[in-house]
């Protein structure tokens, strides 16, 4: 009951955000929010904030490879103010080079090791879009620095997650995107996934659809159509595919990036993960992508998600890229239900942390925002250090997960898409008899092993008595 | 066999339906005298019945082959390329040929063999038997009876037989109503309710016109809400929408008049006619047959086919009929034109809800037989056994079948099977292999001796039960006796595993419900080895008290014998064992799927670039 009144007050908060953004903004610093205030009810076993350290995931790749180092070259903010102190480039580029890169890079987000395939050393790297401008500037260390990633003869793809259009008219800003003449070993795809307002504007739209239990047939499917929620969640999912496609099977490394690179960006590489990389299925491997891709990659949460509660005037960068991530996430989990160690729940519950949390994890745009200026290791509790209690975990443990070690490939087709139910009806109709089903489901499980436990110990006693009947009967 | 000219053709091409590069299977495709089967060259095996096609369609010639796309009536379409046009001629002759019999003699049931002696056969036939039924309901009894009227089939032809009708209405009243129904079809009952003493009962439209009345229907009714003791006012529900019942009256048929019967009161629910609901299947199979389809086409043609807006209807009437039931202990009269299609429909849902007998297997059996197969829903036209009036086909059974999956779908512990089940019966009804659908209504399927000639499909879907149980069924909880679904729109959904069966990459790729069946079957297993196991230690410990005194006097002698320290009996059980198969995960290939798509686009303007298609990629582990 108490969890229920935590969600209803979660849920009213995110409501708040999404159709009342006057209602909060009176608050105007962050500081004032309720992580700064919230005392954990519980005794921390592990401190979250030292959870998932950049030397601890640089570990995981270098025993395979030799290529990759870590730089330190961000370690006051100053070369690039949205990336981490931390972060991974090739062994050959020195920081220096890494310094006249960011001046190319929009933002100062010069291209960083994302993903690491053991399978056939193949990498995901992500950026910001070069800033070419009309003139069609060039940047020798960039392109030496992302031609060190190639083996020798290998070609790479770039993805853009503009149509060729928008990144043109980039140009036009200063921004830009790599001219193949000057990257001749790299072919560049562009896949457009929609960004900002467009995003916000679907969403409430569909909230909107989902909230209005009146509508006939026909005007739910054409609302449903026209918030273009799933159109979304197919073209992510497309270019997930796709850079995973580039990985696994054309063994090809690939670069990702859009404009700023923290958003589409992030949610490709992300995904591309999911697909790729079974660790990322996990529990843990899923916060330690969440912190990696997401919060230490500067996906500026605070003016995605919970910007608009104290600031309306700026509420355009208002948008729900991190829940699209998720639920394209749950669209996954769904075609392969066997194949991830967390449920449903555990997605629906980051998507209100990162909205709306007691805990500081979501607080900030970046990790110079939330380190230097917010101090949040300091002043407020890690996410994690609540969900990696082992009464909280089983609540979000998959009781089917079996390890599945392969690339899982989803389908994108239309048919296979359906509504996050979970998310977006939530709240509109009971569902007691599919919460009852899945406890049946769990309790089938549980009792298989039990079972399975039982006859493993019978097994061996019988055993002992046979061998000791055997000595007797021996001569 | 004279229409067969071509058994075997070499070097065809099935193409993937969804694949815009027309990535396709190699193989040889044989026709023989029931089916036609292609076999590619990973052996794997596509066996089409001919009945199960719907349409052949061959399309102009191109430098690859004669294209040959094959729609079937459980929504698979394949897609061939015949190298040879001749070939593709003559097996596109012969299936048009073998897929439209004339007579029903030539149907696949009359010719089916499944090695059984006549009194299985016969057995077989004898599993449901609805005098059972209704005496599970409580009938007869000292308001209902048994009517004899129609024993020869003399007041209506597509009634059966036996017919339960109110004790107080005497056979002239029931000769007269049956004269002013259409097609004679009189108020009969069709479920009792047994708590609430109240009835459902069904029939066609009344002969009323504008102005016609009939003493003995009008009797008939009273009868019926005489019948039910605590409520002496009637629904009488006609499924129809208004404008359409209205129109009918213009042909000397129509509606009930309330002024004209006491105690009834009339209400209309607005469930369109077998015509719209052809071209709206029609519709819906056109747009989800698209290749490269965009999720904002999928839901515009979703919606533009009016498909589930139609299943919504046949819904909301079935639970206004069980409502009218539970809550206001009314009894029932349902009809629509005819009353065999829409009657049928909620009839048969409504009493589902009501009674969870009808969520067994056994009992869907039941309720199959009573409200479709009995009372005249006529599938041979319906599902277009024979070559006929391609007007006359429609989806109306397969609707209700999409119905109760929506339940299940709500309902995840109600029923005792499971989707498998509505999909097997789904094949079977237009499979004609069994003759349990054949003809359109009961004197039909006697003059056909279907029990002389043809087999019962429901002992063989019983035999084969473990398959279609649903692992999550509860049968002890008794909340469930009256379902009361939602039917707000965001709950219906496009029932994917129907309409793209055989379209495997759109599914999941694991089934949590194997994965829950098997575990299930796996703890029966595990019970009785725990016995067994247990049984064996007691009779050890028993031999062994027995011996206890040697054991130790030998014990002293012979040190322990390193070999017999392992026992060959003890191995660990390794987890799940069943489980091998599902880790096999279908359609995983990543050339299934569409996004390659995208990538086939830079691939083709760039030949340097090695195209990103691949053949198909075994995901096992």
């Known amino acids: 009951m108490e969890e229920m009144c935590f969600q209803w007050w979660v849920f009213l908060f995110c409501l708040s955000f999404l159709f009342a953004p006057q209602a909060l903004s009176t608050l105007d610093s962050i500081t004032l929010m309720y992580p700064f205030f919230y005392r954990p009810m519980f005794e921390v076993i592990e401190d979250g904030w030292h959870s998932f350290l950049p030397e601890q995931e640089f570990e995981l790749y270098s025993s395979a490879t ?27 580029i020195d920081d220096e080079a890494l310094r006249k890169v960011a001046t190319f890079r929009h933002g100062g987000r010069f291209p960083v090791l994302s993903y690491y395939h053991k399978k056939n050393g193949m990498v995901i790297m992500r950026s910001g ?64 996934i929609e960004r900002y307002h467009i995003l916000q504007e679907s969403l409430i739209k569909l909230v909107e659809a989902c909230n209005d239990q009146t509508h006939n047939m026909d005007r739910w499917l054409s609302k449903l159509e026209a918030s273009n929620w799933l159109t979304h969640i197919k073209e992510i999912l497309t270019a997930a595919c796709l850079a995973a496609q580039c990985i696994d099977r054309e063994g090809a490394s690939i670069l990702i990036h859009g404009t700023e690179g923290t958003d589409s960006t992030l949610q490709v590489t992300s995904l591309a993960q999911i697909i790729l990389e079974p660790r990322s299925r996990t529990i843990r491997g899923f916060e330690a992508l969440v912190e990696r891709e997401w919060l230490q990659a500067g996906h500026p949460f605070q003016q995605r998600c919970a910007q608009s509660a104290y600031c309306n005037t700026k509420q355009k960068w208002e948008a729900p890229v991190f829940l699209l991530f998720l639920d394209c996430v749950w669209q996954i989990l769904r075609q392969f239900p066997c194949s991830f160690e ?79 139910e979970g998310i977006f009806l939530r709240w509109n109709r009971s569902s007691k008899y599919l919460d009852e089903a899945y406890e049946e489901m769990v309790n089938i499980i549980e009792y298989n092993k039990e079972l399975q436990a039982k006859v493993n110990i019978l097994r061996r006693q019988l055993a002992e008595l046979e061998t000791e009947d055997g000595m007797q009967e021996s001569p | 066999m004279e229409h067969i000219r071509t058994t075997k053709v070499e070097q065809v091409k099935l193409l ?25 060259s990973h052996q794997k095996e596509t066996w089409i019945l001919h009945h199960h096609i719907a ?83 409580g009938v007869p009894n000292s308001h209902w009876q048994l009517s004899d009227a129609n024993r020869d089939y003399k007041i209506c032809e597509t009634y059966p037989r036996e017919l339960y009708v109110p004790r107080i209405a005497s056979k002239p009243i029931i000769v007269g109503s049956s004269k002013f129904r259409s097609k004679g079809r009189f108020p009969v009952l069709s479920y009792y309710h047994q708590d609430k003493e109240a009835a459902i009962c069904r029939c066609s439209q009344p002969l009323s016109g504008f102005s016609a009345r009939c003493l003995e229907d009008e009797h008939l009714l009273q009868a019926i809400s005489k019948a039910n003791p605590v409520n002496r006012y009637m629904y009488v529900m006609d499924t129809r929408p208004k404008l359409n019942a209205m129109a009918n009256r213009a042909a000397g048929k129509g509606y009930e008049n309330e002024d004209n019967y006491s105690n009834i009161r009339f209400q209309f629910v607005g469930i369109e006619n077998i015509h719209v ?42 639970i206004f009929l069980a409502k009218a039931i539970t809550v206001e202990n009314a009894s029932v009269l349902v009809h629509c034109s005819d009353g065999w299609d829409r009657t049928s429909q909620v009839c048969s849902l409504g009493s589902l809800l009501l009674d969870s007998y009808y969520r067994t297997i056994k009992g869907f059996m039941v309720l199959i037989e009573k409200d479709w197969i009995s009372f005249g829903h006529k599938f041979s036209e319906r599902c277009g056994h024979l070559d006929g009036d391609p007007k006359e086909v429609s989806p109306v059974f397969t609707q209700f079948l999409e119905c109760v999956w929506h339940l299940t779908e709500q309902f995840p512990q109600a029923f005792e099977f499971s989707e498998a089940f509505l ?82 990459t759109l599914h999941p790729r694991q089934s949590v419900f194997n994965m829950i069946m098997n575990m299930n079957e796996q703890n029966k297993q595990l019970e009785k080895d725990i016995k067994d196991l247990e049984s064996k230690i007691k009779q050890r410990k028993n031999k062994q008290t027995d011996g206890i005194l040697t054991k130790e006097l030998l014990h002293s002698v012979h040190p322990e014998s390193p070999t017999l320290k392992t026992s060959l009996c003890f191995k660990e059980q390794t987890l ?46």
């Open chain 1, 66 to 92: 030799s290529e990759w180092r870590l730089s330190y070259v961000n370690k006051e903010f100053a070369v690039c103010p949205s990336y981490p102190p931390i972060v991974t480039v090739p062994k050959s």
């Open chain 1, 129 to 192: 879009q070069p800033l070419t401008g009309t003139n069609g500037r060039r940047c020798k260390e960039d392109e030496k620095l992302i031609n060190a990633t190639l083996r020798a003869g290998k070609r790479g793809y770039i993805i853009d997650t503009r149509s060729l259009n928008v990144a043109q008219q980039a140009r036009a800003k200063g921004g830009g995107f790599e001219q193949e003449a000057h990257y001749p070993q790299w072919r560049r795809i562009h896949k457009s």
């Open chain 1, 342 to 420: 967390f449920n449903e729940n555990f997605l629906i519950m980051l998507f209100e942390h990162a909205y709306a949390s007691q805990f500081g994890t979501f607080l900030g745009n970046n990790e110079s925002e939330s380190r230097c200026k917010l101090k949040l290791q300091q002043k407020t509790m890690s996410l994690w250090s609540w969900v990696n209690q082992p009464g909280e975990l089983s609540k979000f443990t998959n009781p089917l997960f079996e390890a599945n070690n392969l690339v899982i490939w989803p389908s994108v087709a239309p048919q296979s898409l359906p509504l996050w």
């Open chain 2, 16 to 40: 993937d339906r969804f694949s815009t590069s027309n990535k396709s299977l190699t193989g040889t495709l044989y026709l023989t005298a029931t089916h036609l089967l292609f076999i590619d």
């Open chain 2, 55 to 137: 349409s052949v369609e061959k399309l102009a010639l191109t430098t690859s082959g004669c294209p040959l796309v094959i729609q079937c009536k459980n929504f698979r379409t394949v897609h061939f390329i015949v190298p040879r046009e001749r070939d593709c001629h003559d097996i596109y002759n012969s299936l048009l040929q073998l897929s439209k019999q004339a007579k029903y003699g030539d149907l696949y049931a009359f010719s089916y063999n499944p090695k059984q002696n006549d009194s299985e056969r016969l057995q077989g036939w004898q599993l449901i038997d609805l005098a059972e039924e209704y005496k599970r309901m």
């Open chain 2, 277 to 318: 609901m052809r071209s709206s299947l029609q519709k819906l199979l056109e747009v989800n047959g698209t290749k490269g389809l965009s999720v904002n086409d999928f839901y515009s043609g979703l919606e533009s086919s009016g498909w589930l807006r139609h299943i919504k209807a046949v819904m909301d009437a079935a």
């Open chain 2, 423 to 504: 999909l097997q019966i789904h094949e079977h009804i237009h499979s004609c292999q069994f003759g349990n659908f054949l003809g359109n209504c009961q004197k039909e399927r006697e003059e056909l001796k279907l029990k002389e000639k043809t087999y019962s499909l429901w002992p063989f879907l019983l035999e084969d039960q473990k398959k279609y149980l649903n692992p999550l069924y509860s049968s002890k909880s008794h909340r469930f006796t009256v379902l009361e679904p939602n039917t707000i729109s965001f709950n219906f959904k496009f029932w994917r595993n129907m309409y793209h069966q055989f379209d495997r």
């Open chain 2, 576 to 621: 799940l064992p069943v489980n091998d198969a599902l880790r096999t995960i279908e359609g995983s290939s990543l050339a299934d799927n569409r996004y390659s798509e995208y990538a086939e686009e830079f691939s083709k303007s760039e030949p340097a670039v090695v195209s990103l298609e691949y053949g198909v990629a075994r995901m096992t582990c």
